[in-house]
């Protein structure tokens, strides 16, 4: 692999994002893959079936089972059955992940702040366009 291949550096930003991002939440007991799961429950207004958060993170059924566990352990959520239908597990946040979600979006602004510092707003609108166009044809 050539160092200017752009795999490469999409890999080694993630990792580094990764590895930032779970150094600056392990005090709270928290991964960043988790913190996707807490601001997509926030985003819906505090609950929604394993099925939705499944479709949005895009990953597989028993990968969500394992993080929503995890998560309800550690007391940031609760499951319960879907009384309307029995087939969905409802997942909602608990007031530990509320208290979670003011810090989880400031380190996830600080860590873009420091990744674009050195960009203008057109080039970061133009980065913005570039990834949703890759992210698409990978699809």
């Not at 007031?95 to 990744?115: C, H, I, P, W, Y």
Request: charged share 35%; glycine share 6%; aromatic share 6%.
């Amino acid at each position: 692999m050539k160092e200017q291949d752009i795999g490469f550096w999409l890999k080694q930003i993630n990792d580094k994002l990764r590895m930032s991002a779970d150094a600056s939440l392990k005090k709270s007991g928290l991964t960043m893959s988790q913190t996707r799961i807490m601001e997509f429950l926030y985003e819906k207004g505090g609950q929604a079936t394993q099925k939705e958060i499944e479709n949005y993170l895009e990953v597989s059924h028993p990968t969500v089972v394992g993080m929503v566990s995890r998560l309800e352990k550690n007391g940031f959520l609760t499951c319960c059955v879907d009384k309307t239908d029995r087939r969905n597990k409802i997942v909602c946040t608990t007031d530990k992940a509320v208290e979670s979600a003011e810090m989880m979006f400031q380190g996830r602004k600080e860590t873009e702040n420091r990744l674009l510092k050195s960009l203008g707003e057109e080039e970061i609108e133009e980065l913005r366009r570039l990834l949703k166009i890759l992210y698409k044809n990978i699809e």
